[in-house]
């Protein structure tokens, strides 16, 4: 099935990307760079569970200014998982901090959703950065959110992807039905074209996980965790993208979380829910260009 037409191609076809790897935090991590490598400012951004560093790809095409980095999350796109480690917080935030200290030292540190939450515990354990944006952060329990019933059905639906017999497992995990239920609950957007340009981008990204132990652990971190437990460690000026209608964490949760930083600013966006960089990557991309601005000098 030929992939849906992007809505940032245009944008996107004028930056220079390029694919390399690196040995880091015990596997060979595949990142992609984005622009120029003069550029003035790097971000080093951390995906989301279940997908890979396409799916940042809109905010990069309304920052050109900028030198991204972005690495396949271990086990996850092309990179493996770690070996002989279980995937939890530590070893990503471990895996991460490596990542930055060979490729990206010096870099603002970006996570969406659980990249937020990966960011957060790298830069609290002594990832040193000198901004930190979180964008969809996990600022509240997912079991507790506007959607803790399908978050529990989900950690069902993991569990039983882990027990029945490895085929039939890896398919239920890969079932395209499944990712489009997934998919339908997170777009907010009544554009049809985006939604249809959105279930396309889950279809083709959202199961290019390694197997599915590495996918279960991975998952059982996500829900675990957020990054209420490391805010109040970290020094960094901090920006957090919000969206009024996340169903994952709720935009009172997000007003809170805020008060927990050292330096902390909110930025909310209404009418979006927890795909704000698929849907509303230019608002997203303004707040991050603001929040990186040079003293006395102009944003990317």
Do not use: C
């Amino acid at each position: 099935m030929p992939a849906v037409p992007s809505y940032y191609a245009d944008q996107l076809d004028r930056i220079p990307v390029a694919r390399r790897a690196v040995d880091a935090g015990g596997t060979q991590t595949a990142y992609w760079t984005y622009g120029s490598d003069d550029a003035a400012v790097t971000i080093l951004a951390v995906h989301g569970f279940r997908g890979d560093h396409h799916g940042l790809e809109p905010v990069v095409a309304h920052l050109p200014g900028v030198r991204w980095i972005m690495p396949d999350l271990p086990g996850f796109g092309e990179t493996p998982p770690i070996a002989g480690r279980a995937h939890d917080i530590d070893a990503y935030a471990a895996w991460l901090a490596e990542v930055a200290a060979r490729i990206a030292p010096g870099a603002i540190v970006l996570g969406h959703s659980f990249g937020s939450i990966v960011a957060a515990a790298a830069v609290a354990r002594g990832l040193a950065t000198p901004k930190l944006i979180l964008v969809n952060p996990i600022g509240a329990p997912a079991l507790a959110g506007p959607r803790g019933l399908l978050t529990r059905l989900a950690v069902l639906y993991y569990r039983l992807g882990a027990w029945l017999p490895e085929r039939l497992g890896t398919w239920l995990l890969r079932t395209r039905l499944i990712v489009r239920v997934m998919s339908a609950a997170m777009a907010k957007t009544r554009d049809k074209a985006l939604r249809r340009w959105i279930h396309d981008q889950h279809d083709r990204f959202f199961s290019l996980f390694s197997d599915r132990e590495t996918l279960r652990q991975a998952f059982v971190a996500s829900v675990s965790h957020d990054v209420r437990a490391f805010a109040a460690e970290i020094r960094s000026p901090t920006l957090l993208v919000a969206a009024v209608q996340d169903d994952i964490t709720p935009i009172e949760a997000e007003r809170t979380l805020v008060t927990l930083f050292e330096q902390a600013e909110l930025v909310e966006i209404d009418d979006v829910g927890h795909l704000i960089h698929y849907e509303r990557p230019s608002e997203a991309a303004a707040a991050i260009s603001r929040f990186i601005e040079p003293r006395g000098g102009r944003a990317p």
